[in-house]
């Protein structure tokens, strides 16, 4: 009698998977308004929304918000096609490999964020330090996967190819490549989330603008309902950077099965 | 040479070399090879193989797992540094191997017209593509087609480029009886439509004596049998009992002759 009571139970939750962050959502206000939660502990979620209003219509949020994304682009743009060149010339060259791929396993032994301090030294505490270290970071997975990917394309395949006279450029063009490509878009989504991670630590540097720099004002005046509503707009970039890739990759890949039949 | 001594061995069949050298009547041959040697370090993978394929001929290659095939099929195509031996092979060849090998990030025309030149290409991928049966399945993507689909298409990608020779290797292994019967008359009616010298490699007898003109075993990578069969197809029921026999013979099967269902009632037959 109780099991199918039970498990009527377990299928409604699991069609209800919004009601536990909600529950909580309403949990938050509720310590807030009955002064559980200090404000200078963690501001109500209904503050945050108002703060997330006034700071929009100031042009005080976009604007900051512009500024972080630009580092963002800027940065998985350079260390992005730096990956792509690099990863093309050890996939597709043998003696490009011999040169770049021991390089590019000492670069993986250094932890990034390690080389701000050098970063600083080298470039002070403008815009440049930042990018760099986005770039620097999120050339590496770009890099490995697409190498890793030019050098497991099916063999069989390229055998074909070239059975049918294929030219070296043809065979890159119509096989490598695209065998490669899924490999390219794993790449893709690591530097993606890369980027956002390491945005964030950059601009703890000394921003003067920016996301970071409204997170640092906000902790020197314990904002905290500005520092949440950050934290949600960091939030957002990695969710709308992994939306993007699935966007391109349902184009790009159309041809694969699980997507054919979806 | 092998091949010499074990065809002698047959008397049904008229004893032939592997070369057909001085005869004035014969065009030249599309493959010529002398005294082809392959080895992987110490290991000889084909040993000292003359071979002659005319126009239009349909040669099948048997031989058990091993013996050479793959190698001789790759050496064919081209994949392989022949490294400087007396090799001719046709400048137009193409190869239908046993998984299709459609690329599958290329819808189905633009894998038959992979590699083509020319403005007419989707033309000339339609037609190749209808010729097999295929003409409702342009825009379809490689893995959405089944296998004796996909190999339809793999033999519209070879047979789009006109070829000289068409190799065939075991293109019909992996397909359930009754798409390889199809596909048998499939493939006769485009050989009989384009003529291209045809060197198709199995392990199936049977299929060999239906398809082919000239048979052929391979052992170590030597040819330790051949066997022409001047029957028309559609009549060689006649010539096939004997001729079984033999092949499964000089493949280390000692067979009693009749069909299949007899074949495997002798345990320990196989060597």
């Known amino acids: 009698m109780s099991k199918p009571k039970r498990e009527s139970l377990a299928h409604l939750l699991a069609r209800t998977r919004w009601l536990s ?9 509720l310590g807030s308004r009955i002064g559980l939660i200090p404000e200078r502990t963690l501001a109500a979620p209904s503050a945050v929304l108002g703060t997330l209003m006034s700071m929009t219509l100031s042009g005080e949020l976009p604007s900051n918000l512009l500024i972080s994304f630009g580092r963002a682009t800027l940065g998985l743009a350079i260390g992005a096609s730096a990956g792509l060149v690099l990863g093309l010339m050890a996939g597709l060259s043998r003696p490009g490999e011999a040169v770049i791929d021991p390089l590019m396993q000492i670069k993986r032994t250094i932890p990034v964020v390690a080389l701000s301090p050098l970063f600083i030294v080298w470039f002070g505490i403008g815009e440049t330090p930042k990018i760099a270290l986005i770039a620097f970071a999120t050339l590496f997975p770009i890099y490995l996967n697409l190498y890793n990917g030019i050098r497991s394309v099916d063999v069989r395949l390229v055998d074909a190819a070239r059975s049918f006279g294929l030219t070296r450029a043809q065979l890159i063009l119509h096989v490598i490549l695209p065998g490669a490509l899924p490999s390219l878009f794993v790449g893709l989504r690591y530097s993606l989330s890369l980027s956002v991670l390491l945005l ?19 902790r020197d005046f314990m904002r905290t309902d500005i520092i949440v509503l950050c934290l949600m707009v960091y939030a957002l970039l990695g969710l709308a950077a992994d939306y993007l890739v ?9 041809w694969r099965p699980n997507l054919v039949e979806a | 040479m092998d091949a010499r001594v074990a065809a002698s061995a047959s ?3 008229r004893p032939v070399t592997t070369t057909f050298a001085a005869d004035p009547r014969q065009p ?3 493959v010529r090879l002398r005294g082809f040697t392959r080895r992987f370090g110490a290991n000889v993978i084909i040993d000292g193989l003359d071979l002659d394929i005319a126009p239009g001929e349909f040669v099948a290659l048997l031989g058990r797992s091993g013996s050479g095939k793959t190698t001789l099929l790759r050496t064919l195509a081209g994949l392989d540094d022949i490294g400087g031996q007396d090799v001719t092979i046709p400048g137009s060849r193409a190869v239908v191997f046993q998984d299709a090998r459609l690329l599958p990030w290329k819808r189905i025309w633009r894998n038959v017209a992979l590699g083509l030149g020319g403005s007419d290409i989707r033309a000339r991928a ?5 010729e097999v049966g295929l003409g409702h399945r342009l825009e379809a993507w490689p893995l959405t087609l089944s296998g004796g689909e996909a190999q339809r298409a793999a033999l519209a990608r070879a047979l789009v480029r006109e070829p000289q020779l068409l190799l065939l290797d075991e293109p019909f292994a992996a397909l359930d009886a009754l798409t390889r019967i199809k596909m048998h008359e499939l493939v006769l009616s485009l050989w009989r439509t384009h003529r291209p010298a045809v060197l198709m490699v199995t392990h199936d007898v049977e299929e060999a004596m239906a398809l082919a003109d000239r048979l052929l075993v391979l052992d170590h990578g030597r040819i330790v049998a051949e066997e022409r069969i001047t029957a028309e197809r559609g009549q060689r029921t006649a010539v096939a009992r004997p001729l079984r026999a033999r092949l499964l013979g000089h493949l280390g099967v000692d067979a009693p002759e009749g069909a299949y269902a007899d074949l495997i009632a002798f345990p320990g037959a196989a060597r």
């Open chain 1, 21 to 29: 962050p909600v529950l909580l959502l309403l949990l938050w206000e």
């Open chain 1, 246 to 254: 699935r966007l391109l990759e349902r184009r790009a890949l159309a």
């Open chain 2, 11 to 13: 008397t049904e069949f």
């Open chain 1, 200 to 218: 964030v630590i950059a601009e703890q540097i000394n921003a003067s603008a920016g996301l970071g720099y409204l997170v640092n004002n906000a």
């Open chain 2, 28 to 30: 030249d041959p599309v």
């Open chain 2, 126 to 130: 339609e037609a190749a593509l209808r």
